[in-house]
Every structure is written in C-alpha cells, then in structure tokens.
C-alpha cells in the first residue's frame, strides 16, 4: 500500500476531476466537490513530504516493472517538497475561485480542467521517467491552454495563440532531446540516464541532446531569450487562473530543468556559463520589462520572468550554497507569486481595472486590506526578515565568492528594481489620490456578502501566514532546501533507490 | 533506408521551422504539424530499424543474443502521434475562434493595446 501512497495526490486529483465532469453544470455541488479534493489533495500531500523527510527517497515501480524497464514513480526530498507547495497553491486558489469565478466558467469545466492541471503538476514532480514526464508536460499544457481560453474573450484568444504555439514548440524540442537520448543510451529513466549518459563518449552528442532540453525547458520556465510569450498572454486570463500559471507553471519548467542538470547533465564549464549568461540576461531584460508597464498584471508578469533568473543563477553556479539558495527561492516565490495575482483579484473587484494609472486612494478606502497587501509586496521584495530575504544571502554571497561580479550586479539589479516597481505600485495604487471621482458603481466587492469576502481574503491571509512563516522561520525551510541541495550533487542515493541496487 | 529518413526528418524540420517563422497563423500552425512529424520520426529512426526481428528472447537464453527491432521508440510515437493529435486539433479550433473573433490571420495584428482584467 504504501505504493499506491507515492501517486495518491495524482490520484486523488485525477478522481476530483472526473466527478467534477460528472456533476456537469451542477455548480454548487461541483464547488463543494472541488474544494473537497484540493483538501484530502493537501492532506496526503503533507504526509507525502513528511514520510519521504523522514524515511529518504521512496520509489514506486508502475505495473510492478522493474526499472530501468517500467515507468518509476519518484518521491525524493524535491519532488514531494514540489507537490507539497503545488498542493499549498492549488487549495487555496481553489478556495479563492469559489467566489472568483463566475457560474458561466464553473459550467464549462473550470474546476474539472483545473484539477487535471493538478494532476498534471503533481506528475510531472514525481515520475521518475524521462518520457513519462512529457506527458505529464502536455497534461499540464492542454489542461492550461483549456483555462486560459476559457471564457472566449478577444483579449485571451490573442494571448492565448502565442502561448499555445510556444509551448507546442518547447514540446517539440522536449521530444527531440529524448528521441536523441534514446538513441545514445537506450534508456528512458532518469536513473538509468544518469548512469549510462556519464559513460558515453560521443560528448559532443549528448550536449546537443543537453541544449535541446534547455531550449524546451526554456521556453516553459521562460528564461532570457524565450520568455516573450509570458508578458503577452498573462494578463488575459481571470485573476484566479493567472494565480495558478504564474505559481507553478513555469516553476514545472524550473523543476524539469533543475532534476535534468543535476541528474543526468552535471553541468561542465560551458553549460555553467551558459546558464549565468542566461540568469544575468533573464534578470536584467525582466526587470527593465517591469519598470516600463502600466497594467499591474503586465508588471507582475515582467517580475516573474525577471525571478526566474535567480533559479537559473543557483543552478548556474551549482554550489551547494548557490543551489540552497535557489531551491529556498522556488518556495518563496511559489507562495509570493500566486498572492500577488490574489490580491491583484480582489483590487479588480473594487475598482473595475488594473490600470495603475487610473488607480489611486486604495489605503483610504480599505486600510486593512491595505496593510495585508503591504506585506505581500514587501515579501516579494525581500525586506529583512520577510522571506524574499534569505535565499538571495546565499545567491549573492556565492556570486561574490565566484568572482562574477557581473551576476553579482545583475542579482542586485534585479531586487532593486523589484523594490522600485513595488514602490511604483504602491504609490500609484495605495496612495495617489484617484485622477476621476470614484464610481460606486464598478466596486463588486462592496455588494459582496460577509461569507464571501471572508473567501476572497481569507486565502491572501493564508498565503501570507506561510510566507511569513517562511520569513520568521526560515531555519526550517533552509535545512529542508539544504538536503534538497546536497541531494543534487550526490545523486548515487537516487540512483541506488530508483534502481533498487 | 536510414538515409532516406535522415534526409526527410531534416526537411521535415527545415520546412517547419521556415513555416512557423511567417506571420500567418495556419502557416504557424503547418509549421508545428510537419515538426511534429519530423520529431516522430526522429524516435523512430533513432531506436535503430531493423527489419524482420522481432524482440524475442530465445529460449535458452535470458539476454538477447543479436540485433532486435526496439518495440520501444514505436510505443513513444504511438504516444506521441495521441498527444499531439489532442494539441493540434485544440490548435486548429483556437485559430478558427481568433479568425472569427479578429478577422485576421496576421500575428502583427494580434497584439491587445490594453490591459483588460477578466
């Protein structure tokens, strides 16, 4: 039984979405449902991570194959940490798209396409199996080209076109890179890789293999070159769904990229300095990108681009130091950045618009809602102790120890610029005095009952109790990402657990 | 044969690439289609062809004793083909809605002046 526990949130997800297509246009009934799995999802997520913490790597051979022949089920400290925060996200965005989404969505399988989006996710961290993991991708790229195109709008239709033609080409290089790897080593899981790519002597092939795989991962996870898509289709879905896709959707590429280097491409020199130039140019592109917009949701997605590149800078660097860095930034950031798309939510439904220019006197109408808000923002800019703070101690610091003081600058660059756009939008948002009287009239969330205001806000506050958490309490996370690192550079108890040696 | 295929797959990537470089949408779409193609048989051609040798161990042995045909790339490329023909069917509907809602096909065109939050 304690097989079948590995895939349980894959599962439990997988059945949610199947009753909620059974329950059609049953709304209420498909809410209840909904929020029914997210828990029991979140539930054996958290045991997932405690007993993989306590008991080391488990493993599940699929149709009782062994490996490297069968697809191999993998919960390392990594995978059931991801699960645990894709987990996290997606209860309480969940929760909160019990008021945010309209009835119209909810009819047309929002909660049964967001729920395989789950399922998809917590696939993806958990296979073990190079294939198997690309179709997980396309799992999680069908089940978000259904979400962001849900609802029909001009707007989205046009966001939506690039985002589909852009993941359907990192799928295809995705592919590529495993069709070649196949065909130097015969094998397909990630284990058996690792061994076999080590021993082969044709490097020159296997790099080809290593840069398709990053163009593909690069596309998803949006790093310097490839990431244009990302600020022309994320301001077009409803808040609830940007939420989920800027959470996790590019952290899957992120995962997928970090599990690759780490396990079967130990970088060398060349794919090291690869990926600091990309880090460096990721950074500085996303934070110029940031200062230059007007619409919150467009300056929220030029700051996740331009944070994707502190993930690239630790793996970059790939340290013990530079990675906990890194992995300590994948929790912070996943929590962050499905709030800030929340709170973003809720200052639509008072307003009518996300215009930062047309906003204003936010603090004098709501000032406690403003004081939540401030401390998201200030989280995401890492004011010490809040927990943007720690994991850029160690980037920095390593940055520094490696002479690269180009990416040392870059790292410095790319949290003043935060800070800078945070203060934009505060003063514009919070502070100005509007420019037009207000309407009463656009403000949604005034009519709104007692019941649901509480679930509108109640998962911004969550989400800032755990980012406080992490904040306050960041010895905790930091062990935890310590492991995760010192479980990249020393993949033989991987290897030994997948392969059953 | 193998020559054959490389020459092919090589097209294959070449026209699609060129496609998906134009600004007309259905060509973005050909582009992905025939990329597509030329990644299946890619797999295929990389799992080593071999004709008449069905993956078999004999019966006295535990380990294969000579070339075999890989079962496996052709379980990859069934998997494939399923996958992406769910994608670009997705695709084609998406394009004739933005056809419809536009009336263009021209990716210049496409680009939203305006935030607009939903």
Known sequence: MTDIFIISPILIHMITAVLCMALWKKVTAIRLMSFAGSSLGLWYSIGLFRKTWDSGILTMQAGNWPAPFGITFVSDTFSSLMVLLTAIAAWTIGLYSLVAIRKSRVRFGYYSIFHFLIMGLSGAFLTGDIFNLYVWFEIVIISSFVLMTLGGQREQMEGAIKYVAMNMLASVFFLTAIGILYGITGSLNMADLSIKVAAIENRSLVNISALLFFIGFGIKSAVFPLYYWLPSSYHTPPSATAAIFGALLTKVGVYAMFRTVSLIFVPDDFMKSLLVFTAVMTMITGALGALNQKGMRRIYSYLLVCHIGYFMAGLGMFTQLALTGALFYIVHDIIVKSNLFLVNGIIYRVRGTTDITLLGGFQKQYPNLSLVFALVFLSLVGIPPLSGFWPKINLISEAMLANSYILTGALLLASFVTLMVIMKIWKEVFWKTPAEALNPEANTFRTLSKAKKLILVGPVVLLLMISLYIGLFAENIYLVAERIAGEMLNTEYYIKAVLQQ | ?118
Do not use: C, W
């Open chain 2, 1 to 118: 044969m193998e020559i054959l295929l490389i020459v092919l797959i090589g097209l294959f990537y070449a026209a699609g690439i060129y496609l998906m470089f134009r600004r007309s949408l259905v060509r973005l779409l050909l582009g992905l289609l025939l990329l597509g193609n030329g990644v299946n048989l890619l797999i295929f051609l990389m799992g080593n062809i071999a004709k008449g040798k069905p993956p078999i161990i004999p019966e006295h042995s535990n380990v294969f004793t000579q070339a075999y045909a890989d079962p496996v790339p052709q379980s990859l490329i069934l998997t494939a083909i399923v996958i992406s023909f769910g994608l670009q069917s997705f695709a084609i509907v998406l394009l004739k809605r933005v056809y419809l809602l536009t009336g263009t096909d021209d990716l210049d065109t496409l680009n939203p002046l305006h935030e607009k939050n939903l």
